[in-house]
Nanobody, 119 residues
């Protein structure tokens, strides 16, 4: 069974920083791409950042220059460093991971962690 456990969310003032973590556990094979998504209140979920198995990254325009995604293969963990936070970053943040398991690549979601930025 695959589990994705996120941590690091919370309440922060505008201009502050948070670092989210998502740990993948279970009987897994190789991890392919890893994503962070977010869903602001009353809005649709959106892709925030992507990191490939080779370490290549892409970001939503709204977070470029402020957020950084990284991964640690030895810990099966993906991180999202969020700096210069503003109230528009308030959302539930979820990790999304593509894993080779059972002979195929499958995608899994974490349960989400709340990030609230006060003005």
């Amino acid at each position: 069974q695959v589990q994705l456990v996120e941590s690091g969310g919370g309440l922060v003032q505008a201009g502050g920083s948070l670092r989210l973590s998502c740990v993948v556990s279970g009987s897994i094979g190789s991890i392919n791409f890893m994503h962070w998504y977010r869903q602001p209140p009353g809005k649709q979920r959106e892709l925030v950042a992507h990191i490939s198995s080779g370490g290549g990254t892409t970001y939503a325009d709204s977070v470029k220059g402020r957020f950084a995604i990284s991964r640690d293969g030895t810990k099966n963990t993906v991180y999202l460093q969020m700096n210069s936070l503003n109230p528009e970053d308030t959302a539930v943040y979820s990790c999304n991971v593509n894993i080779y398991i059972g002979g195929a690549y499958r995608t899994y979601w974490g349960q989400g962690t709340q990030v609230t930025v006060s003005s």
